[in-house]
């Protein structure tokens, strides 16, 4: 929270306007369809739906917008999987401050913007190469696993997905299945190898 108001203080300072705060990845894709930004910053750590998964539903709805993710991972599969969602800026939160408005300006001129720790090899990497395994999970599937890391039962998920709880049983019956593990322990720290929850 004191991050987030810091880094609007920041924006509005330069003369952007703010069209909404959030507090998790849901709400950023449900207002994202309502708003269509022009440019949402988005932190990879998000709540409920983490970001990179809210960037691609924001960019479905709103494809015009430019995604600009905040984030502690700097490691280069978090930011290969990054620009293979379609997002234009990727900006460590360590350098937020210095960051983020040139990102911002960067991304609405069109081009991609990577804070400068990120490796030149990443930069210049095409990301269509391979660069690693691919996820083997369904986006659903992905919001799902991140709600279990984040301790939410059958019944939670139900709710907050608008699915049946046979459905979020079926759900996290597949996912263990498909990344081969075999407890609710092992779906956290996947998960948390994944970036998808902070330890």
């Not at 929270?1 to 849901?26: H, P």
């Not at 709103?62 to 999987?81: G, Q, S």
């Amino acid at each position: 929270m004191i991050v987030r108001e810091a880094l609007k203080a920041l924006l509005e300072g330069e003369g952007f306007s703010i069209v909404a705060e959030v507090g998790d990845g849901q709400e950023a894709t449900r207002v994202a369809r309502e708003r269509c930004p022009d440019v949402a910053v988005l932190d990879l750590a998000m709540p409920l739906l983490n970001g990179l998964d809210a960037a691609r539903e924001i960019l479905r709805s709103c494809p015009r917008a430019k995604v600009i993710l905040l984030t502690i991972h700097t490691e280069d599969h978090y930011v290969f999987e990054a620009r293979r969602a379609g997002i234009k800026g990727y900006v460590s939160k360590t350098q937020a401050a210095a960051d983020l408005v040139r990102a911002i300006n960067e991304v609405l001129r069109g081009g991609v913007y990577l804070s400068p720790s990120i490796s030149q090899r990443v930069v210049q990497a095409h990301p269509t190469k391979s660069e690693g395994r691919a996820d083997p999970l369904a986006p659903r599937e992905r919001e799902v696993l991140q709600l279990l890391a984040e301790g939410k039962t059958s019944k939670e998920i139900a709710r907050l997905l608008g699915i049946a709880v046979g459905t979020a049983e079926e759900y996290r019956f597949r996912i263990m299945k498909k990344l081969d593990i075999h407890s609710t322990a092992g779906v956290v720290r996947y998960a948390i190898r994944q970036g998808l929850v902070q330890p």
